[in-house]
């Protein structure tokens, strides 16, 4: 088992810039990724940022030159650090990690941006 504690959500204006963290805790030796998704209301979950334990990265689409996913394998904690926001990426982020083929979610943080 991995549990996932997320912080760093909050009220941001547009344009504005705001760091995620996500520390794991657990079976935590054998995570081989971790990341970030979101989830907007009305709207399916989504990728925002992984990074495998090799350094590999994928970042969706949207946030791509605006985001940046970091991880500190040693301390086992993954951060997000989120500049040029849009009132679009509002929405409940969540911390992700995939262990021995299992995957794991944290209880969520709530982004918000106001225009």
């Known amino acids: 088992q991995v549990q996932l504690v997320e912080s760093g959500g909050g009220l941001v204006q547009s344009g504005g810039s705001l760091r995620l963290s996500c520390a794991a805790s657990?079976?935590?030796?054998?995570?081989?990724?971790m990341g970030w998704y979101r989830q907007a209301p009305g709207k399916q979950r989504e990728l925002v940022a992984i990074m495998f334990s090799a350094g590999a990265i994928n970042y969706g689409d949207s946030v791509k030159g605006r985001f940046t996913i970091s991880r500190d394998n040693a301390k086992n904690t993954v951060s997000l650090q989120m500049n040029n926001l849009k009132p679009e990426d509002t929405a409940v982020y969540y911390c992700n990690s995939v262990s021995t083929g299992r995957v794991f979610w944290g209880q969520g943080t709530q982004v918000t941006v106001s225009s």
């Open positions: 657990g079976s935590t030796s054998s995570i081989n990724v």
